[in-house]
């Protein structure tokens, strides 16, 4: 699967990261946690997180996200609570592009507003279909 920021143009890519606060996180530390509002997305521009989801009192893994990676993707597009917790597997560094900073992008260059959103589309729906997937397995499985 391709990541995130292999579906946005050079420029998209550095328009991003130019205007995002880098942070790092050292192994373990929780990045998002679930439930909790989030209004930025995460880029991963070095190492890997785990995204874990807490269901009926056991923690799950859903998948590890790597280099150019994006995370909060869902709960930036729908606004709601993170629907999982991710923790740096690690050390990582991510770049946090907050929501008033990609409308300000949208403003500057309209056209950034489809090819933004479409990346962000074809990652979810791969996401999706990989749970998909993976629910399927445990059950024939099962």
Do not use: C, W
Not at 58 to 70: A, F, G, N, P, T
Not at 101 to 112: V, W
Request: negative net charge; proline residues 1%; hydrophobic residues 35%.
């Amino acid at each position: 699967m391709k990541n995130f920021l292999s579906f946005l143009s050079n420029r998209d890519k550095e328009t991003l990261i130019k205007n995002s606060a880098e942070r790092t996180y050292k192994d373990g530390d929780t990045i998002l946690k679930q439930r909790d509002k989030n209004t930025a997305l995460y880029i991963i521009s070095d190492g890997m997180v785990s995204v874990v989801s807490h269901i009926m009192g056991h923690d799950m893994e859903i998948e590890r996200l790597y280099k150019d990676d994006v995370l909060g993707d869902l709960s930036f597009v729908d606004s709601q609570p993170a629907s999982a917790d991710v923790v740096s597997d690690g050390d990582t560094t991510i770049h946090v592009v907050d929501i008033k900073t990609i409308e300000d992008i949208i403003r500057s260059d309209p056209m950034f507003y489809g090819r933004f959103y479409q990346a962000i589309s074809k990652v979810l729906s791969h996401r999706l279909r990989e749970e998909n997937r993976k629910a399927e397995e445990y059950l024939s499985t099962g």
